[in-house]
Structures are given as structure tokens and as C-alpha cells.
């Protein structure tokens, strides 16, 4: 059987009285919930007026008795995890966008070492940059080996041949 966490009427009547002075909407959410369940509410019942899974609810109760108030603040909301603003990668990419131009060729590598020195983290995996780069619309091109009209070995050294006499 799962541990089952109480939440006291003092309790909430304390998180009602900091929900008033948090401005955090995310946070005020998850205040309530918890607040909710020291009001005498089950975790079902919390669920359905917050609109949160009940596992989630019985996480953030958890995460309170154990954590106290820093709980609600520290915990992240959502996925949004940019290292850089829109107008930051677009500034970014404009350097490379310069030497492109100029016909110099640019490597993944090249653009993720200055990725990481700009935002100060190491990746793991080049995927961040080449979301990046597919973002702005970059596109990756590949140097050919050969000229695809290029002539047969075989023409190229009659052709020579010729020319010799």
C-alpha cells in the first residue's frame, strides 16, 4: 500500500495565506492543489477541479511534507528549456551566414564548439545545433566528391593521349 501523506487544516490555511503573495501563476496552482487536500479533498477529487492526473496531485503532496514551501517554486514547469532567444540565434547564425556566403564550408562541429562557448554548456549530441540550423531554415549540403558529368576514366586518358602527340 502506497504512503499516504496528510495535509493538516493548518497546513493549507499557511499555503492560502502565501498563495496571496506568490506571483507565480504555475506555483499558485500547485499551492491550491495541495491546499485542497488539507481542506479534505481525496486525490481524485483534487484531480478533477485542478485538472492535474492524481498521481501528479499525490506527487505534490509528497513533495511538500518532505520539501515545505520550496517545493512549489523550484519545481519546473514545461519544456521549454532555449538556451538562446530567437533574435540570440538569429545573431548567432549570422557569422556563419557571412563565411557561407563567401563559399567557405561549414562543419556541424564548427557551429556546435561555438554553440557551447556561447551558451556555456556542454552538449551531449549535435541534435540541439541541428535543430537550430533546420529551424532557420539551413539545410545540410555535402561536398561531392566528383563532378556528377564528370567524363570515364577512360575518356579522360584518350583525351590525353590525343593532346600528347
Known sequence: MPKTYIVTAEMAADIRQ?????????????MEAVA???????NRE????K?????????????????????????????????L???????FLDGFKK???EGKIITIDEIAKAYDELTNKERKSNSTVYYLLKKHGW?????????????????ILSSKKLTLR
Request: hydrophobic share 25%.
Open 18 to 30: 502565501k498563495m496571496r503573495v506568490t506571483t507565480c501563476v504555475v506555483a499558485c496552482r500547485r
Open 36 to 42: 485542497l487536500r488539507g481542506e479534505g479533498k481525496n
Open 46 to 49: 483534487v484531480a478533477d477541479i
Open 51 to 83: 485538472k492535474y492526473n492524481e498521481s501528479y496531485v499525490s506527487q505534490l503532496v509528497s513533495d511538500f511534507i518532505k520539501h515545505g514551501m520550496d517545493s512549489f517554486i523550484d519545481k519546473r514547469s514545461g519544456g521549454n528549456n532555449k538556451n
Open 85 to 91: 532567444t530567437q533574435s540570440q540565434e538569429v545573431e
Open 99 to 101: 563565411d557561407a556566403e
Open 139 to 155: 539545410r545540410t549540403i555535402m561536398p561531392r566528391g566528383q563532378h556528377p558529368k564528370k567524363a570515364s576514366d577512360e575518356d
